[in-house]
């Protein structure tokens, strides 16, 4: 079975300081995808990045980066210099090739608030 | 401009009563989803469909039922058997296939009264 951990339920910081929300998954599949969401106050789910799991390159996108370990089944998501636009909930997730139908497992979010 | 819409935005039913949510896409997806959120917690999969007239059950299908007759469109029926009905409800889309990201509605917001 597939599993996602997200153990900051809440997270808040001051503008401009740097935050990483961690995310620890569980899966028996050698090859499988991770995926960080954006929910911002209005409710939809925006996506932000995909990895699969041959890749462990960290990859940074503006203020955002991303470090995925196999060796620790973690794949955390930092923003530097944080803005109070950055405030949302975070989910990440995870499919995998025995996943009929694409089905991505959710972990339970991080709700980040920056404060000005 | 391509996307996903759910309507309406908020939905108020009385106990007992069944109710349809409606998703639709422009977005030439074969797959679509249904997932609730409840508040503090993460999202459950209801139901999902990879192509027209077909669908399989998601972890928590008891009490929804759903039709995929058209590839645009995915309505999610909350029969009066879900015990527990009030919560946000989003649909999503995706290319077929385990690689692909699934992409977002602004979802329905259901309260039971």
């Known amino acids: 079975a597939q599993k996602v951990t997200q153990a900051q339920t809440e997270i808040s910081v001051v503008e401009k300081e740097d935050v990483t929300l961690d995310c620890v998954y569980e899966t028996r599949d050698t090859t499988y995808y991770l995926f960080w969401y954006k929910q911002p106050p209005s409710g939809e789910l925006v996506f932000l990045i995909r990895?699969?799991?041959?890749?462990?390159q960290n990859e940074i996108s503006g203020r955002y980066s991303w470090n995925f370990q196999k060796s620790t089944s973690s794949f955390n998501f930092t923003i530097t210099a944080s803005q109070v636009v950055d405030s949302a909930v975070y989910f990440c997730a995870l499919s995998g090739p025995n996943n009929a139908g694409n089905m991505l497992t959710f972990g339970g979010g991080t709700r980040l608030m920056v404060k000005p | 401009d391509g996307g996903i819409t759910q309507s309406p935005k908020y939905l108020f039913r009385k106990e007992g009563q069944n109710v349809t949510l409606s998703c639709e896409q422009n977005?030439?997806?074969?797959?679509m989803y249904w997932y609730r959120q409840d508040p503090g917690q993460g999202l459950r999969l209801i139901y999902y469909s990879q192509i027209v007239n077909d669908f399989q059950k998601g972890d928590i299908a008891e009490g929804y039922s759903v039709s995929r007759e058209k590839k645009e469109s995915f309505p999610l029926t909350v029969t009066s058997a879900q015990k527990n009905p009030t919560a946000f409800y989003l649909c999503?889309?995706?290319?077929?296939?385990?690689?692909?990201?699934?992409?977002f509605g602004p979802g329905t917001r259901l309260t039971v009264l």
């Open positions: 990895r699969n799991s041959f890749d462990e």
């Open positions: 977005l030439n997806h074969d797959a």
């Open positions: 999503a889309s995706s290319i077929a296939g385990t690689t692909n990201e699934q992409f």
